[in-house]
């Protein structure tokens, strides 16, 4: 009997131990108020102090009795406690329960354009939410998208701008660039990369360049030569950063890049 009541109280230990740490790892910051969210303020007691109003774009609202308080920025239970205090030390209320609740999300947004799913704008309801979290809530990377991502925004009153390749994260197991966003943050996506291929080919058009695409891959794309075709007179037109754009006889086994037009000529026997 001893020894069940022993193991029963380890056994009870372990699991609150383990309770207490999955709650710590689930535990997110809380929602900051931002600049144009739309708020309700309550004192408790007080209806006449009740306000619906929206943060301005210094992060400051304006409140009866104590004029302008600055709550951009500060968590709700901060933003309480930043009121009750004004009113405290105004001489207006003793002890004042203040409650806020939050009416529209319009300050913590990131916008989410281009080649996805669901392009919009999106709020972001805590504080540690990821690139690749954002994507998967606009629907992922529409069937004419590419693989980098652009984003864009401010981090400590600079512009910030990073192109993230979403795909080579989940390939080579390398999350270093999905990094958490901020509100007023943009991310972009790219129509996909595209190659061009005419001639004596069996399937002249465009198509798709595949990560990691030769020429010689991007022929076989198009079917290959046709019977008067010959990959040994193949020509790629491409163009320069300058806006030039130069004739070259590639190698097969050169990499296609963006924009790409490969010409196959006839063969001369």
Request: net charge neutral.
């Amino acid at each position: 009997m001893t020894t069940h009541r022993s193991f029963s109280s380890l056994f009870l230990i372990v699991a609150t131990m383990l309770a207490m740490c999955a709650s710590a790892q689930d535990k997110q910051p809380e929602y900051q108020i931002g600049n144009g969210d739309n708020i309700r303020v309550q004192v408790f007691q007080n209806p006449d102090l009740t306000v619906d109003t929206r943060v301005t774009e210094n992060g400051t609202i304006s409140y009866p009795l104590v004029g302008t308080v600055r709550v951009g920025g500060l968590t709700i239970p901060a933003a309480e406690q930043a009121i009750a205090k004004a009113l405290s030390e105004g001489g207006f209320i003793q002890k004042p329960q203040v409650n806020i609740t939050l009416l529209a999300n319009r300050g913590n947004q990131v916008a989410i354009l281009g080649q996805v799913g669901r392009p919009g704008r999106y709020p972001l309801e805590t504080f540690n939410t990821r690139v690749s979290e954002m994507m998967a809530i606009a629907g992922g990377i529409g069937s004419g998208g590419g693989e980098i991502i652009i984003l864009t925004g401010t981090r400590d009153g600079k512009p910030f701008r990073k192109e993230i390749d979403l795909a080579n994260m989940y390939l080579n197991n390398d999350f270093k660039d999905d990094i958490i966003v901020a509100g007023g943050d943009e991310i972009y996506v790219h129509r996909q990369p595209m190659y061009y291929i005419y001639g004596e080919v069996q399937r002249a058009g465009a198509y798709r360049i595949e990560r990691g695409m030769t020429i010689r891959q991007a022929l076989a794309q198009g079917g290959g030569p046709t019977l008067r075709g010959t990959e040994r007179r193949l020509k790629v037109h491409r163009r320069a950063p300058d806006g030039s754009v130069a004739i070259l006889t590639p190698a097969l086994n050169d990499p296609v890049q963006l924009d790409d037009i490969l010409y196959v000529a006839e063969s001369w026997f």
